[in-house]
């Protein structure tokens, strides 16, 4: 049995650990800055071992795949700590802030012969590889029309989000699901236009990102500035797929291109989504893979470095 151990007692490693209880993996232990508050994450969520330390839970022989749960500015180095110290690792998206630190994590891990995964849980959801596959089985025809619309309504307090020195902006948070789907659907586009919303702290924080390919176009608009219906229409030559919540997906209707209803894709989550990723990991760790065939480190980086040709044009890096 895969034996994991979560770096941050924040709010989504509670999310991972409700999802590692309906997969085949041990809830083993949960590392914290502050002992208190692992002790009491290990109780609530049924985890053997609590530490306060990261340094303390990679040096437990026992731990074989970490999860990093914490803001993004923190993810580099914390994934060479673990992989210097063996151990497999599954980290949160934006998996770094820019693609330079993924080629050193991926490099480093392949040196060491360690597995990494970005954590992009989306990509893994049942519903979302069935939409894939009905897409290239062409039922809606071509392809040509991509609109994701993904804001909240941010709360300034949430440094998480808004601090620049912790990975803040909305590409990073949310934008990078909206280029995960592009890119599922799409692959990488030809040229790229956008326009930024800058908060005064010097993050993103309202955003829309038009791709645009030989023969189709994607438009995102992402953002914290306001709550709006979470969404992404696909339309092809012969038909269309609403998506609602698509990044955390488990429902999505088809029609023909007179708008009627032809087909409902639904597969309920097992517990709350993130459990498929790590169905994923496991069966990579089970096969001695180094990384997986459906995230591959490849995309990662891919997804990276749109995200720096963006905020480059944003004037952010
Ligand atoms: N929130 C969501 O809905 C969501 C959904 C999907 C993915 N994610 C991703 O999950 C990751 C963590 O997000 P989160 O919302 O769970 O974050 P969070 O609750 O704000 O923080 C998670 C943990 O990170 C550490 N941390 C937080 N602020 C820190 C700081 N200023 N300096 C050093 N360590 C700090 C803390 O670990 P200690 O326990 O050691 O104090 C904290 O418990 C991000 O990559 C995010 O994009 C979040």
Known sequence: MIRFGVIGAGRIARTFAEALKKTEGCAYAIASRDAAKAEAFKTMHGFEVAYGSYEAMLNDPLVDCVYIATPHAFHKAQMLLAIDHGKAVLCEKAFTVNAAEAEEV????????????EAMWSRFLPTVRAVVRRVH??????????????SFLGD?????????????GALLDIGVYAITFANLIFGAPERIETTAEMHDQGVDIAETITYHYVHATATMRVGFTENRP???????????IRMPWFWQMETAHRY??????IETLS??????GFEYQIDEVI??????????DWMPHRTTLDILRQMDTLRHRWSMN
């Open 256 to 261: 023909d291109k007179g708008g009627v209803l």
């Open 156 to 168: 300034p307090n949430d440094t998480r989000l808004y601090d620049p020195k912790l990975g803040g």
């Open 230 to 240: 979470i969404e992404a229409r696909l339309y092809g030559s012969e038909g269309s």
């Open 106 to 117: 991926f490099a480093r891990a392949k040196a060491q012969g360690v597995f990494v995964m």
């Open 283 to 292: 069966r990579c760790l089970e096969a001695n893979k180094l990384e997986s």
């Open 137 to 150: 089985e062409h039922v809606i025809g071509t392809p040509c029309r991509l609109d994701i619309d993904f």
């Open 267 to 272: 597969h309920p989550h097992r517990a709350n």
